[in-house]
């Protein structure tokens, strides 16, 4: 399903310059009059708070049930902000255009049992071409149209298989894929396998991710219970031998992901599974978590991993599924938008038509739209 704001409240003075109240003022050369002339931060603290009042305007703007088995990811294409892919636990992929239908695509999976989809990836210059890995134990560029389809890796076997997946967004093209037994691959961008690691992570490697300011700086999180920070530059030729992390981030609990913030890519934003969120900074050398959120995901085996991520232009804020405990007075399921300055919650997205835990939230580039998924409707 697709979050949207329903309407629109402030003017288009407002939203370049903040109320009359907050604008600063400039003089004007020659003259004793002032204007209004906005600060950077003015105008990004105003657009920020904007859309933490509005939060309760949005609602579900389209939804689609393409599927038969639930949903395991979302993911935006970069450049175009209406496009987005959806994949199953039964191996489909549904590239959806939200704002043509004709335009939506549907590609038919394996089935039920090891096709489910574990990450899925545009390809930078093919709209209708995705990265995707599997339970099959493929790691597979895969054409939606069916014109060519193409199987850079395989496990050939059912005991491991590909679980995380990343692209570097620079013009070298490296891609890291990494595995349930905590094996990894580095390729180039034609998918010829550059280097193999044994065991990258003791455990499955959950997320996998390029900095977006930093060609070569890597994060991975994993069912070890840490975070990684790499320099693909220097991991070494693979094999057995553990190449050395730049930092290595400690959690109490497995983690599902590792996001890079947006904007500089200095923060790193972790989801682990005992209900916490914690944000590490490179200024603190990535050494101890600068924040730390307790909020309501816990993990549960059938349902696909919470996961929180950015919101893409605002710092500070993200968005993550809620799961309520047992014991919480307040069991809406809904997807919380909480402020990582003081981890408060200071919004929810939330339907009542929708009734079910929402573990999979996305925004688009432009932080106009926010791309969910639950049980087997996107």
Same mark, same amino acid.
């Given at each position: 399903?697709?979050?949207?704001?329903?309407?629109?409240?402030?003017?288009?003075?407002?939203?370049?310059?903040?109320?009359?109240?907050?604008?600063?003022?400039?003089?004007?050369?020659?003259?004793?009059?002032?204007? %209004?002339?906005?600060?950077?931060?003015?105008?990004?603290?105003?657009?920020?708070?904007? @859309?933490?009042?509005?939060?309760?305007?949005?609602?579900?703007?389209?939804?689609?049930?393409?599927?038969?088995?639930?949903?395991?990811?979302?993911?935006?294409?970069?450049?175009?902000?209406?496009? +987005?892919?959806?994949?199953?636990?039964?191996?489909?992929?549904?590239?959806?255009?939200?704002?043509?239908?004709?335009?939506?695509?549907?590609?038919?999976?394996?089935?039920? $049992?090891? $096709?489910?989809?574990?990450?899925?990836?545009?390809? %930078?210059?093919?709209?209708?071409?995705?990265?995707?890995?599997?339970?099959?134990?493929?790691?597979?560029?895969?054409?939606?149209?069916?014109?060519?389809?193409?199987?850079?890796?395989?496990?050939?076997?059912?005991?491991?298989?590909?679980?995380?997946?990343?692209?570097?967004?620079?013009?070298?093209?490296?891609?890291?894929?990494? $595995?349930?037994?905590?094996?990894? +691959?580095?390729?180039?961008?034609?998918?010829?396998?550059?280097?193999? *690691?044994?065991?990258?992570?003791?455990?499955?490697?959950?997320?996998?991710?390029?900095?977006?300011?930093?060609?070569?700086?890597?994060?991975?999180?994993?069912?070890?219970?840490?975070?990684?920070?790499?320099?693909?530059?220097?991991?070494?030729?693979?094999?057995?031998?553990?190449?050395?992390? +730049?930092?290595?981030?400690?959690?109490?609990?497995?983690?599902?992901?590792?996001? @890079?913030? %947006?904007? *500089?890519?200095?923060?790193?934003?972790?989801?682990?599974?005992?209900?916490?969120?914690?944000?590490?900074?490179?200024?603190?050398?990535?050494?101890?978590?600068?924040?730390?959120?307790?909020?309501?995901?816990?993990?549960?085996?059938?349902?696909?991993?919470?996961?929180?991520?950015?919101?893409? +232009?605002?710092?500070?804020?993200?968005?993550?599924?809620? *799961? %309520?405990?047992?014991?919480?007075?307040?069991?809406?399921?809904?997807?919380?938008?909480?402020?990582?300055?003081?981890?408060?919650?200071?919004?929810?997205? *939330?339907?009542?038509?929708?009734?079910?835990?929402?573990?999979?939230?996305?925004?688009?580039?432009?932080?106009?739209?926010?791309?969910?998924?639950?049980?087997?409707?996107?």
């Amino acid at each position: 399903m697709a979050f949207a704001r329903r309407g629109n409240k402030s003017s288009l003075l407002d939203c370049i310059c903040g109320p009359s109240n907050v604008r600063s003022t400039s003089r004007v050369a020659g003259s004793s009059s002032t204007v %209004p002339f906005p600060s950077r931060r003015t105008v990004l603290d105003y657009l920020r708070t904007d @859309f933490i009042e509005a939060v309760h305007s949005w609602g579900v703007q389209k939804t689609a049930s393409p599927f038969n088995r639930r949903v395991t990811c979302i993911e935006w294409h970069p450049a175009y902000h209406n496009l +987005l892919a959806v994949s199953s636990h039964g191996g489909d992929i549904y590239l959806w255009n939200v704002e043509d239908k004709s335009k939506d695509v549907f590609f038919q999976g394996m089935g039920y $049992g090891y $096709g489910a989809v574990t990450q899925i990836k545009f390809h %930078p210059d093919a709209p209708t071409m995705v990265y995707t890995t599997s339970v099959d134990g493929r790691f597979c560029l895969q054409d939606l149209e069916g014109k060519r389809s193409e199987v850079y890796a395989d496990t050939m076997t059912i005991e491991r298989w590909w679980t995380s997946l990343a692209l570097s967004a620079h013009s070298r093209g490296i891609i890291f894929v990494g $595995g349930s037994a905590g094996d990894a +691959l580095v390729l180039d961008a034609e998918g010829t396998v550059q280097r193999s *690691y044994k065991r990258l992570h003791k455990e499955k490697i959950h997320h996998a991710e390029f900095c977006p300011t930093c060609e070569w700086l890597l994060v991975t999180s994993s069912n070890d219970r840490t975070v990684a920070l790499w320099d693909v530059r220097t991991m070494g030729g693979g094999g057995s031998t553990r190449p050395h992390p +730049l930092a290595t981030m400690a959690h109490d609990a497995p983690i599902n992901s590792a996001h @890079f913030d %947006p904007l *500089y890519g200095s923060r790193i934003l972790t989801t682990a599974q005992n209900s916490e969120l914690r944000v590490y900074d490179s200024f603190n050398g990535w050494e101890a978590p600068t924040v730390v959120v307790r909020h309501p995901h816990r993990h549960f085996q059938h349902i696909t991993h919470i996961k929180a991520s950015w919101h893409p +232009l605002y710092e500070d804020l993200c968005v993550v599924g809620r *799961y %309520p405990e047992a014991g919480d007075a307040d069991k809406t399921r809904c997807v919380d938008l909480v402020d990582l300055r003081d981890g408060g919650v200071v919004g929810s997205f *939330y339907d009542p038509s929708v009734k079910g835990i929402i573990p999979v939230n996305a925004f688009n580039n432009q932080g106009t739209r926010l791309a969910s998924g639950t049980g087997y409707t996107a």
